[in-house]
């Protein structure tokens, strides 16, 4: 990469991580993705009705369709006073690029955008049909939802999803269920009642981790139930038998798990439990909705499912050639990754897909996030290497898979 290409791909950046974007206020971040999608070349720019900055880059003749996806959002930044460097000033310091989203994912954002623009600029003989980038918005609250409407309209052959990966390829992840377990019963003076919501709720998780026994599996590893939050209703009350209780379960799913299945594995476990009089019990899947900066309603049951591509298909070879392309040493990683947006195109879907990206997961949501320079550089070098092999090998593609 010459030198004026990485000053443009650090100040994509720079600028990038200025724009804070909280999920559901992406709307400043999106314009400004717009506006560089169109300055560097891309067609057929658009933002669909959640709010995704969707641009194509079209190379003619019948190759295949890649989408190539990152976030727009960040987590929230906390207490700015624990900051050393302002968590929206994009601050390089020691070959460092500082600021909320650094690593996840605006780093991960403009190393794609830039890679197709470039692939575009300089193409190589031969290369066909079309690279397609999308800008996603409320991956870190409902990513199920805008993944699936762009795939919908997108329909591609191949996905690449951005994620902090240290240049290490994915090729699948456990999927994710958030399940609810709730209680309930009649309000009454505490020092009347014997019959406790709040009680037959201790005793309910305590069936489930007495006898919940996970599934595992050589490359996914063991599966995972965990209990994540506990309340009982009203929450103020002090001397009042609480009507209802809930508590919330993170499930971490192999292939081949449902999300019916998943429930009724707790409803059977529950069953053996003696049920008092007036008491009852229900589980469920939970379900999160929000508001886009668009104005449309979002929301996704929590339910994402696990995905995996088998490590001979032609694709995992043909992206490992990518990486070598720029003088790396191309790892497929021997490990399930976490959850990503590939739980859409792969899981759901059945469209091939990795997951690959600069920088280290560990400093994701951190104080003073940060993503090396380096990192970003060549993990641009890797997107556009992988983008013309994909675009390149069009033998190599079964059209239509996953549909």
């Not at 499912?305 to 790892?331: E, M, R, Y």
């Given at each position: 990469?010459?030198?004026?290409?990485?000053?443009?791909l650090?100040?994509?950046?720079?600028?990038?991580?200025?724009h804070p974007?909280?999920?559901?206020?992406?709307?400043?971040?999106?314009?400004?993705?717009?506006?560089?999608?169109?300055?560097l070349?891309?067609?057929?720019v658009?933002?669909?009705?959640?709010g995704?900055?969707?641009?194509?880059i079209?190379?003619?003749g019948?190759?295949?369709t890649?989408?190539?996806e990152?976030?727009?959002?960040?987590a929230?930044?906390?207490?700015?006073?624990?900051?050393?460097?302002?968590p929206?000033?994009?601050m390089?310091?020691?070959?460092?690029?500082?600021?909320?989203?650094?690593t996840?994912?605006?780093?991960?954002?403009?190393a794609?955008?830039?890679?197709?623009?470039?692939l575009?600029?300089c193409?190589?003989?031969?290369?066909e049909?079309?690279?397609v980038?999308?800008?996603?918005v409320?991956?870190?609250?409902?990513?199920?939802?805008?993944?699936?409407?762009?795939?919908?309209?997108?329909?591609?052959?191949?996905v690449?999803s951005?994620e902090?990966?240290?240049?290490?390829?994915?090729r699948?992840?456990?999927?994710?269920?958030?399940?609810?377990?709730?209680t309930?019963?009649r309000?009454?003076?505490?020092?009347?009642?014997?019959?406790?919501s709040?009680e037959?709720?201790?005793?309910?998780v305590?069936?489930?981790?007495?006898?919940?026994?996970?599934?595992?599996?050589?490359?996914f590893?063991?599966?995972?139930?965990t209990?994540?939050?506990?309340?009982?209703?009203p929450?103020d009350?002090?001397?009042?038998?609480?009507v209802?209780?809930?508590?919330?379960?993170?499930?971490?799913?192999?292939?081949?798990?449902?999300?019916?299945g998943?429930?009724e594995e707790?409803?059977?476990?529950?069953?053996?439990?003696?049920?008092?009089?007036?008491l009852?019990?229900?589980?469920?899947?939970?379900?999160?909705?929000?508001?886009?900066y668009?104005?449309?309603?979002i929301?996704?049951?929590?339910?994402?499912p696990?995905?995996q591509?088998?490590?001979?298909?032609?694709f995992?070879?043909?992206?490992?050639?990518?990486?070598?392309?720029c003088?790396?040493?191309a790892?497929l990683?021997?490990?399930?990754?976490?959850?990503?947006?590939?739980?859409?195109?792969?899981?759901?879907?059945?469209?091939?897909?990795?997951?690959?990206?600069?920088?280290?997961?560990?400093?994701?949501?951190?104080?003073?996030e940060?993503?090396d320079?380096d990192?970003?550089?060549?993990?641009?070098?890797?997107?556009?290497?992988?983008?013309?092999?994909?675009?390149?090998?069009?033998?190599?593609f079964?059209?239509?898979?996953?549909?």
């Amino acid at each position: 990469m010459d030198v004026s290409r990485r000053d443009d791909l650090i100040q994509l950046c720079q600028e990038l991580i200025r724009h804070p974007s909280p999920s559901g206020e992406e709307g400043a971040i999106a314009r400004f993705v717009h506006s560089a999608m169109i300055t560097l070349g891309y067609e057929d720019v658009y933002v669909d009705g959640y709010g995704s900055v969707v641009g194509t880059i079209d190379f003619g003749g019948s190759g295949p369709t890649l989408l190539m996806e990152s976030q727009m959002d960040h987590a929230e930044v906390g207490d700015v006073g624990e900051w050393r460097n302002y968590p929206f000033g994009g601050m390089i310091d020691r070959g460092r690029i500082y600021g909320r989203g650094a690593t996840d994912q605006k780093g991960i954002l403009a190393a794609m955008v830039t890679a197709l623009a470039w692939l575009k600029q300089c193409p190589p003989e031969g290369i066909e049909g079309k690279a397609v980038m999308a800008a996603m918005v409320h991956q870190e609250t409902f990513e199920r939802a805008a993944s699936k409407l762009v795939a919908e309209r997108i329909r591609p052959d191949r996905v690449i999803s951005g994620e902090p990966s240290e240049l290490t390829v994915e090729r699948g992840q456990r999927g994710r269920a958030s399940i609810v377990l709730e209680t309930s019963g009649r309000m009454e003076h505490s020092s009347m009642g014997d019959r406790s919501s709040a009680e037959f709720m201790i005793a309910l998780v305590s069936e489930i981790g007495r006898r919940f026994s996970p599934k595992e599996s050589p490359f996914f590893g063991k599966g995972a139930l965990t209990l994540t939050s506990l309340h009982s209703y009203p929450l103020d009350a002090r001397t009042t038998m609480p009507v209802r209780c809930c508590a919330t379960f993170d499930r971490r799913i192999l292939p081949g798990e449902t999300g019916e299945g998943v429930l009724e594995e707790i409803r059977s476990i529950l069953r053996a439990v003696n049920t008092p009089p007036d008491l009852e019990f229900k589980v469920f899947m939970d379900r999160g909705d929000g508001h886009c900066y668009t104005g449309a309603m979002i929301g996704s049951e929590g339910f994402a499912p696990a995905w995996q591509i088998d490590q001979d298909h032609p694709f995992i070879s043909t992206v490992l050639d990518g990486v070598k392309a720029c003088g790396l040493n191309a790892v497929l990683s021997n490990r399930s990754g976490f959850g990503t947006n590939g739980c859409i195109y792969g899981g759901e879907m059945g469209i091939p897909t990795i997951v690959f990206g600069p920088s280290r997961r560990e400093l994701a949501h951190v104080v003073d996030e940060y993503i090396d320079v380096d990192q970003l550089v060549m993990g641009c070098e890797c997107y556009r290497a992988i983008a013309e092999k994909i675009l390149t090998r069009k033998e190599e593609f079964r059209y239509g898979e996953g549909y």
